[in-house]
Nanobody
Framework: QVQLVESGGGLVQPGGSLRLSCAAS????????MGWYRQAPGKERELVAG???????NYADSVKGRFTISRDDHKNTVYLQMNSLKPEDTAVYYC??????WGWGQGTQVTVSS
């Protein structure tokens, strides 16, 4: 059974930074392209960043230049470094394969507010 556990969210002021982690169990994440997704209140879940098996990355236009996705296959963990955070980045952040293959974890709340 695949389990995804996201962590690292919190309350941060505009311009601040956070680093999210996603620990995967029951699956070898290195065999899958992975992605970070987010869902803001009243909005659909959207892909924020993706990383391929080979390490290639892509980002939504709204976060390009501010967010960085990475992976540590030895730890079966995917990260999302978020810098220059804006209030519109406020959402619950989730990880999954790209495209999504497994059930969603509980996510981690990111709130950007002064």
């Amino acid at each position: 059974q695949v389990q995804l556990v996201e962590s690292g969210g919190g309350l941060v002021q505009p311009g601040g930074s956070l680093r999210l982690s996603c620990a995967a169990s029951g699956v070898i994440s290195s065999l899958n392209s992975m992605g970070w997704y987010r869902q803001a209140p009243g909005k659909e879940r959207e892909l924020v960043a993706g990383i391929t098996i080979g390490g290639g990355t892509n980002y939504a236009d709204s976060v390009k230049g501010r967010f960085t996705i990475s992976r540590d296959d030895h730890k079966n963990t995917v990260y999302l470094q978020m810098n220059s955070l804006k209030p519109e980045d406020t959402a619950v952040y989730y990880c999954n394969a790209r495209p999504p293959l497994w059930g969603w974890g509980q996510g981690t709340q990111v709130t950007v507010s002064s």
